[in-house]
């Protein structure tokens, strides 16, 4: 067969050309799996592609013939014998290059060439994809990139026609003006097992009310990018593409210097006879060194390290790192940034698996704490395609959150909760009144986890400044009570009960090598359970053993198993969607989800209870999971809060 540099090649290529040669190859396999919220991102890609396609009303579609390029480029060709045309995946085979066009826009000798995207920008303000000095900026690089690759081939192949490139993406400063416009392009999967979109067949353009979407001149970027090429000033844009063509075209491995990129590569696996692992083979080559060596923990496993420099210098693995390396700056009474680099480090080096916990300040800052402690954790979504009229692509829509309440004589209780996935609904401003509510019922410490409820309630606060809310006043004085503002706000305010980051509780004071360096709670959450024997005792037990109350759990359910000895994530215990349901009844669904582990399935299981063709039982069940999840976030935020108690209590009595 013959291997054609197409243009997801060669965006892999500028990620590392090194895998040109892997990918593909089944004795490679890679490990790339997309995680929801990068899922989450992909259908809202669909759903705009498929409404930019809606400006054009005439445009043909080439479909079918995945995997003959031939047959693509020939169709192609013929349609562009016309006059005038728009082809929606135009495809051009040119001198082993390959790419296939979002949007082609011909009138006579002139090509609009459209990539649609969802990613965002705001119209109003948009000057273009430069920095202040005059460079692209780094985040829309591989975006136009793209655009330049997909122009030179048209240009390549059709050199008397003129090509403009643009790219087509949601536009923040827009207002939807009708009711359900995301609810008329349902992401789906057919039969092959590719996704697509379904909508209703009548559906016009004039139905979806003012555009949402900006199409954006990318000249000048492309300009700069054929001219400076700045992802390899080594080489022209024409020589990188031949160089990456020639290569791939040749099965000749590129061998590109090892570094800070190759913790993302997902070409690592266990070799055996018929596996190879592409990771393995740049280092061993590079480094002349064993798979096992190889195994190492790297300089760029340390959390939060500029670990480019200190690789480019040939330290590659932490037992090379020095003091001075890092030079940790110590700080009263907590852990500095750099003394829990330098803690991981030597953690590490000297395989100690026991936490370090800088007691004194965790101790002054729990005594500052009110009871009872109330826990809180949101769930949201912001959708390149709104759900419902006056709101803008994007914009963040707050639909659930749980509440744990914890006594000062310890007990714990699952004190409300919030769900609202009704059609149509916009629901931030009742879930900020239930919110108040649930937290007005004491006067006790407020806890999130990062900075995600406090964006959230600024969101709304802004929301309810352009509403005619009767209770605005009231909302917005109760967000003035329990945040702070962020950066972006032009008022200022810190509230009495500002809400108070466990993340930083754990960020400041607490390091456990169980985490290696992250501060997730998806990570922090197994490390407590595996460090505390407070926690093992207490949650191996069903729930009705430990007078836990709970609003979505069984109570013979328990929060804790172990395996080996090694706790199993209370998350992976989460029942999957759809448990005991019958082959037939699983076939009738439409969402195609799996289960609801994560915050991106949440926000994918909130779109997809938007499409009113969901059938009820089918709904019943995703919004149970909905439930169990949010409760089990709040209750992990508890459980850490038990393990930091524990510690203080245990150093008081030794």
């Given at each position: 067969?013959?291997?054609?540099?197409?243009?997801?090649?060669?965006?892999?290529?500028?990620?590392?050309?090194?895998?040109?040669?892997?990918?593909?190859?089944?004795?490679?396999?890679?490990?790339?799996?997309?995680?929801?919220?990068?899922?989450?991102?992909?259908?809202?890609?669909?759903?705009?592609?498929?409404?930019?396609?809606?400006?054009?009303?005439?445009?043909?579609?080439?479909?079918?013939?995945?995997?003959?390029?031939?047959?693509?480029?020939?169709?192609?060709?013929?349609?562009?014998?016309?006059?005038?045309?728009?082809?929606?995946?135009?495809?051009?085979?040119?001198?082993?290059?390959?790419?296939?066009?979002?949007?082609?826009?011909?009138?006579?000798?002139?090509?609009?060439?459209?990539?649609?995207?969802?990613?965002?920008?705001?119209?109003?303000?948009?000057?273009?994809?430069?920095?202040?000095?005059?460079?692209?900026?780094?985040?829309?690089?591989?975006?136009?990139?793209?655009?330049?690759?997909?122009?030179?081939?048209?240009?390549?192949?059709?050199?008397?026609?003129?090509?403009?490139?643009?790219?087509?993406?949601?536009?923040?400063?827009?207002?939807?003006?009708?009711?359900?416009?995301?609810?008329?392009?349902?992401?789906?999967?057919?039969?092959?097992?590719?996704?697509?979109?379904?909508?209703?067949?009548?559906?016009?353009?004039?139905?979806?009310?003012?555009?949402l979407l900006a199409t954006i001149s990318v000249e000048d970027e492309i300009d700069y990018i054929q001219n400076n090429n700045p992802v390899d000033e080594s080489r022209s844009f024409i020589e990188l593409v031949d160089y990456?063509?020639?290569?791939?075209?040749?099965?000749?491995?590129?061998?590109?210097?090892?570094?800070?990129?190759?913790?993302?590569?997902?070409?690592?696996?266990?070799?055996?006879?018929?596996?190879?692992?592409?990771?393995?083979?740049?280092?061993?080559?590079?480094?002349?060194?064993?798979?096992?060596?190889?195994?190492?923990?790297?300089?760029?496993?340390?959390?939060?390290?500029?670990?480019?420099?200190?690789?480019?210098?040939?330290?590659?693995?932490?037992?090379?790192?020095?003091?001075?390396?890092?030079?940790?700056?110590?700080?009263?009474?907590?852990?500095?940034?750099?003394?829990?680099?330098?803690?991981?480090?030597?953690?590490?080096?000297?395989?100690?698996?026991?936490?370090?916990?800088?007691?004194?300040?965790?101790?002054?800052?729990?005594?500052?704490?009110?009871?009872?402690?109330?826990?809180?954790?949101?769930?949201?979504?912001?959708?390149?395609?709104?759900?419902?009229?006056?709101?803008?692509?994007?914009?963040?829509?707050?639909?659930?959150?749980?509440?744990?309440?914890?006594?000062?004589?310890?007990?714990?209780?699952?004190?409300?909760?919030?769900?609202?996935?009704?059609?149509?609904?916009?629901?931030?401003?009742?879930?900020?009144?239930?919110?108040?509510?649930?937290?007005?019922?004491?006067?006790?410490?407020?806890?999130?986890?990062?900075?995600?409820?406090?964006?959230?309630?600024?969101?709304?606060?802004?929301?309810?400044?352009?509403?005619?809310?009767?209770?605005?006043?009231?909302?917005?004085?109760?967000?003035?009570?329990?945040?702070?503002?962020?950066?972006?706000?032009?008022?200022?305010?810190?509230?009495?009960?500002?809400?108070?980051?466990?993340?930083?509780?754990?960020?400041?004071?607490?390091?456990?090598?169980?985490?290696?360096?992250?501060?997730?709670?998806?990570?922090?959450?197994?490390?407590?359970?595996?460090?505390?024997?407070?926690?093992?005792?207490?949650?191996?037990?069903?729930?009705?053993?430990?007078?836990?109350?709970?609003?979505?759990?069984?109570?013979?359910?328990?929060?804790?198993?172990?395996?080996?000895?090694?706790?199993?994530?209370?998350?992976?215990?989460?029942?999957?969607?759809?448990?005991?349901?019958?082959?037939?009844?699983?076939?009738?669904?439409?969402?195609?989800?799996?289960?609801?582990?994560?915050?991106?399935?949440?926000?994918?299981?909130?779109?997809?209870?938007?499409?009113?063709?969901?059938?009820?039982?089918?709904?019943?069940?995703?919004?149970?999971?909905?439930?169990?999840?949010?409760?089990?976030?709040?209750?992990?935020?508890?459980?850490?809060?038990?393990?930091?108690?524990?510690?203080?209590?245990?150093?008081?009595?030794?």
């Amino acid at each position: 067969m013959n291997r054609y540099l197409t243009k997801s090649r060669f965006k892999q290529a500028l990620e590392c050309p090194t895998k040109l040669f892997y990918t593909k190859k089944k004795q490679y396999p890679s490990s790339k799996t997309e995680d929801t919220f990068l899922q989450s991102l992909a259908e809202g890609g669909f759903q705009v592609e498929e409404l930019a396609r809606m400006n054009y009303p005439n445009g043909i579609a080439i479909l079918g013939y995945d995997w003959d390029y031939n047959e693509l480029a020939t169709r192609t060709s013929k349609l562009m014998e016309r006059e005038n045309v728009t082809i929606f995946e135009a495809a051009f085979l040119h001198n082993g290059l390959f790419i296939r066009v979002d949007i082609l826009d011909k009138k006579g000798d002139e090509i609009q060439l459209i990539e649609v995207k969802a990613k965002s920008i705001r119209k109003s303000s948009h000057t273009g994809f430069f920095g202040k000095r005059g460079s692209l900026v780094s985040g829309w690089i591989p975006y136009l990139y793209d655009v330049a690759f997909q122009k030179f081939v048209i240009e390549e192949s059709h050199p008397s026609l003129t090509v403009k490139a643009f790219l087509m993406l949601a536009n923040k400063d827009a207002l939807s003006t009708v009711d359900g416009i995301n609810q008329n392009f349902r992401v789906s999967k057919n039969s092959n097992d590719r996704t697509g979109i379904v909508k209703p067949k009548d559906l016009c353009l004039e139905d979806l009310g003012d555009s949402l979407l900006a199409t954006i001149s990318v000249e000048d970027e492309i300009d700069y990018i054929q001219n400076n090429n700045p992802v390899d000033e080594s080489r022209s844009f024409i020589e990188l593409v031949d160089y990456y063509k020639d290569h791939y075209s040749k099965d000749v491995k590129i061998f590109a210097k090892i570094g800070k990129q190759c913790k993302q590569c997902e070409y690592k696996c266990e070799e055996s006879n018929d596996l190879k692992s592409g990771f393995n083979e740049c280092w061993s080559s590079q480094l002349n060194i064993s798979s096992e060596q190889i195994r190492k923990p790297k300089v760029y496993d340390v959390s939060g390290l500029r670990a480019k420099k200190l690789m480019e210098q040939g330290k590659y693995f932490m037992e090379e790192l020095t003091e001075n390396d890092i030079n940790p700056q110590p700080v009263p009474d907590k852990f500095s940034s750099s003394e829990r680099q330098w803690i991981q480090v030597e953690k590490t080096i000297n395989n100690d698996p026991t936490p370090a916990i800088e007691l004194d300040g965790l101790r002054d800052e729990m005594n500052s704490w009110v009871y009872p402690l109330n826990f809180i954790d949101f769930e949201t979504s912001a959708i390149a395609l709104p759900f419902t009229s006056g709101r803008k692509p994007y914009e963040q829509l707050a639909f659930q959150y749980s509440h744990h309440i914890v006594y000062e004589d310890g007990r714990v209780e699952h004190a409300s909760e919030y769900l609202n996935v009704q059609v149509g609904a916009f629901p931030n401003f009742d879930f900020i009144r239930a919110l108040k509510q649930s937290l007005e019922l004491n006067s006790g410490s407020i806890f999130r986890y990062h900075n995600h409820e406090n964006t959230i309630v600024n969101a709304i606060y802004k929301q309810l400044l352009a509403s005619a809310e009767a209770d605005k006043d009231e909302l917005i004085a109760f967000i003035h009570a329990v945040s702070h503002n962020t950066g972006n706000s032009t008022a200022q305010w810190c509230g009495d009960r500002d809400m108070i980051d466990l993340w930083k509780v754990v960020k400041d004071y607490y390091y456990d090598p169980y985490t290696k360096g992250s501060n997730s709670i998806k990570d922090v959450l197994p490390a407590v359970l595996h460090s505390s024997e407070f926690l093992q005792n207490k949650y191996q037990k069903s729930i009705v053993e430990i007078n836990l109350t709970t609003k979505n759990f069984d109570n013979n359910d328990v929060f804790l198993k172990l395996e080996n000895d090694i706790p199993i994530s209370p998350y992976k215990l989460l029942p999957p969607l759809f448990e005991g349901w019958s082959p037939e009844a699983l076939g009738a669904n439409v969402t195609e989800m799996e289960g609801v582990s994560d915050g991106g399935a949440a926000l994918t299981a909130y779109g997809k209870l938007q499409f009113e063709e969901v059938s009820s039982q089918e709904r019943k069940e995703i919004e149970k999971a909905l439930l169990k999840y949010c409760e089990l976030d709040t209750l992990a935020m508890v459980m850490i809060y038990e393990c930091f108690n524990e510690l203080i209590k245990l150093e008081s009595v030794g």
